[in-house]
Structure formats: C-alpha cells, structure tokens
C-alpha cells in the first residue's frame, strides 16, 4: 500500500520561501506519477506540480518560475520548493501518487481524482 505524508509547511511572509516535503512508501512499480495539489478555503482544488518516475515536471501557471518539484530516490521523498511566495499561495497542500505516467496538466479546477493516494496535507501561510 502506497503512503505520503507532507511535512515542511508553515507561515512566511510575501517574498519568502518555504520547502515543503512529502516522505512516499509502498510503491510496488517503477513507474509512477507524484503530484503537489492545494486548496484555499472556499476554492476549488488546484494542481499545483507533477514529476513522473522518469523526472518529467509540470506546473501551474500560477507557480512557474517560483516554485519547483523534485524527487531524492534514495530517501524516497519529493520536494515542493516554493520561491517568491505571495499571499494567494496560502492553502493547505497535498501530495499525491498514482501508479502509470502522470495523466493530468497542473492548473486550477484539477480534482485529482486520477490520483489514489494522499497525504493529510501541510498549511502554508503567506502574509502580505
């Protein structure tokens, strides 16, 4: 059984920067799709980045140039690196894994529901 879990989120002020940390087990194939997702209060879910299992990234929109996904193997964990962090960027964020080639492109209104499994999600705050 697959298993994520999030750590790292927390409270920044506008332009600073946080690294969030998603620790994933469980994984019975080699290849696979990992995903950052958010979702603010009162807004739709969002898809944030994708890395598949042979590194190809993806990003939202409204996060590229800021923000970047990447995958330690050895210690099985994938990052989400969030530069410039605005006040919109406050949500709570999720990571999520699914078996095959990542399916969906990054961007507002993405459910995830091609994604099996998530993490409790982490809280990022971002002050003006």
């Known amino acids: 059984q697959v298993q994520v879990v999030e750590s ?9 920067s946080l690294r969030l940390s998603c620790a994933a087990s469980g994984f019975s194939d080699s290849r696979y799709c990992m995903a950052w997702f958010r979702q603010a209060p009162g807004k739709e879910r969002e898809g ?8 190809s990234t993806r990003y939202a929109d409204s996060v590229k140039g800021r923000f970047t996904i990447s995958q330690d193997n050895a210690k099985n964990t994938l990052y989400l690196q969030m530069n410039s962090l605005k006040p919109e960027d406050t949500a709570m964020y999720y990571c999520a894994a699914s078996y095959g080639p990542c399916q969906v ?18 809280q990022v705050t971002v002050s003006s």
């Open 8 to 16: 790292g989120g927390g409270s920044v002020q506008s332009g600073g």
């Open 48 to 55: 944030v980045a994708t890395r598949d299992s042979i590194g």
């Open 105 to 122: 492109v990054p961007g507002p209104n993405i459910s995830g529901r091609s994604f099996a499994y998530w993490g409790p999600g982490t």
